[in-house]
């Protein structure tokens, strides 16, 4: 397979979605890693603490990666399949190997340390320096300071991490795909507008419906956000509305879809990687790459946000009680209730907005 053949290895350009199947990803991406390896063991060879050979070609290895690694996951995430999945997850622990094999590049390490201790850092502009200095912390942060067993607890918790939170997005993904609401009557869609009625009938018509229309139905709403959002929106059969509702808010909650073992799992793997790296906290390690000094900090902050925007959020919410007409508003009557308001308020739907958005 070669860089021509497979669209997947052009590193550069859109990505040609319409030639990219699953069979390509496990030649394309073992290739891509093999060439990549070369060049960063040339890379390390050659190294110089300088710009330009040290940050430039380490960025072209870096950019190949994530041109081709992100067609991938991209896929992974809208045009996902079993074929698909298998092809990710062969080549997934082979990408994070390398990635750590890179993050954790004592040569290329120590040469950003040359270049920030040397007489050319002067001459850098503030944003070269400030890729530097956030290049020296992102290696910190990826073990290059580990050695031994430490080392080795920390590549693997990335591994298995890595696994943990494709399988977490793919529980979310079949989750939503297993939840439909067929709709056949008046009363079912009353107040949807007709954007979502087609896409409903689309979607019944991919689902079998062949004779579905978007004046006749039947319609299909879904847990994807762009036919749960308006319908909880514009619904209104409040009943309806409730079911989607639950439906939404417990995906992968339970059976073998069941994400709460992993979310565990992903907290207890977090808290050891940041303690390996020195840290008491996973939150401590994130906050190092943001611009708050600490965990205390942002909680302070959240704090005045709450303090100052809640009274103010209790009067827009008796304000849409009044206007509902009731004191028993539900998580799945605000929206319903809101684009009433607006309308009522501005005389103009968030409909009407569609077609500039």
Sequence with gaps: MTNTSNPLLAGQGLPAFDQIQPGLIVPGM?????????????L??????????????????????????????????VKNSPELRQAYETVQPQVVEFISRLSQSKPIYEAFLSLRQGESWG?????????????????????????GEKKDRFNAIQLELAEITTKFSNNILDATKAFQLKLTTPEDIAGLPPSLLSLAAQTARGQGETNASTETGPWVITLDFPSYFPF???????????????????????????N??????????????AHLLGYSTYAEVSLARKMANSVDEIEKLLDNLRQVSYEAAKQDLEALKTFAGTDDLKHWDI????????????????EELRPYF
């Design 30 to 42: 073992t290739q891509l890693l093999q060439e990549l390896a070369g060049e960063l063991t040339d």
């Design 44 to 77: 390390e060879a050659q190294i110089a603490p300088t710009w330009e050979k040290l940050v430039e070609p380490l960025t072209r290895i870096e950019e190949r990666l994530s041109w081709s690694w992100g067609i991938i996951g991209h896929l992974m995430g």
């Design 123 to 147: 001459q850098l502009d503030e944003a070269q320096q400030r890729i530097v200095e956030a290049s020296l912390r992102d290696a910190q942060l990826a073990g290059v300071g580990l050695v």
């Design 232 to 258: 909880m929106k514009y619904s209104d059969n409040r009943e309806l509305r409730e079911k989607l509702y639950k439906a939404y808010v417990s995906r992968a909650d339970l059976g073998e879809l069941d």
């Design 260 to 273: 709460n073992p992993l979310i565990d799992r992903i907290l207890q793997l977090r808290q050891e990687q």
């Design 335 to 350: 929206a319903y209730w809101s684009e009433k308001q607006r309308q009522a308020k501005f005389n103009f739907s968030a």
